[in-house]
Structures are given as C-alpha cells and as structure tokens.
C-alpha cells in the first residue's frame, strides 16, 4: 500500500486515468447536463458531442450516461477526439464488434 494511502486512511488510490462511475458526485450543473443527454438520446437526436475544459467531468459523465442507458440503445464510447474519417469508422467497428478491414469504405462498413 503506498504511504499516502495509509497517511489519510484510504483503501485505495483516489484517482486514476479512467474515471469510476462509484464516485460520481450530482453536481447541478453535471446533473442538468446528464439529463440533458438522457432525454436528447431517449428522443432519437442521434449524435451528441460533449465538450469543455480538461479536467471538468466529460469522461466521467459519458460513463455514467453508459451505465444508466440499456436496451434499445447501441452504445460506442470513442473518447480520442482527433480521429479522422478513416479512424473514426475503424474506433466504431471496433467498439461495435465489428470485424472489419481497417480500409473498409464508409458504405461498405455500415452495410456490416
């Protein structure tokens, strides 16, 4: 156990790279933006982008928007923003299931 852990009494390390949904705290403005996305994607709006500042929650409200969805929806969690046509297609295959050729053309891999 490394020392700050047991310095303040905690069982494990407050924070890491991936954000965890257990420690998700409802502040108003995350609440209202969580709700905002509930009812944008339960009334068919298609695609919804978030941005802001690093450090202000995206990550962690997109996970807690995944944990709370369920059937009907398809859920593809691409969190590099700077992806091209191309990778972006190939991020979606892969996080679909999608067995494709990475030089698969657009119309071919939606057909999939």
Excluded: W
């Amino acid at each position: 156990m490394a020392l700050y852990l047991r310095h303040f009494g905690l069982n494990e390390a407050p924070f890491s790279l991936t954000p965890d949904t257990g420690y998700y705290f409802g502040h108003n403005a995350h609440q209202e933006a969580l709700n905002m996305l509930l009812v944008a994607l339960r009334s068919g709006e298609g695609f919804i982008k978030v941005t802001g500042e690093v450090g202000t929650g995206k990550t962690l409200l997109c996970r807690k928007l995944i944990n709370q969805l369920g059937e009907p929806f398809t859920i593809a969690f691409i969190p590099n923003p700077m992806l091209n046509a191309n990778g972006l297609r190939a991020a979606l295959a892969d996080e679909l299931g999608i067995d494709a050729p990475r030089n698969l053309g657009q119309h071919r891999l939606l057909a999939k």
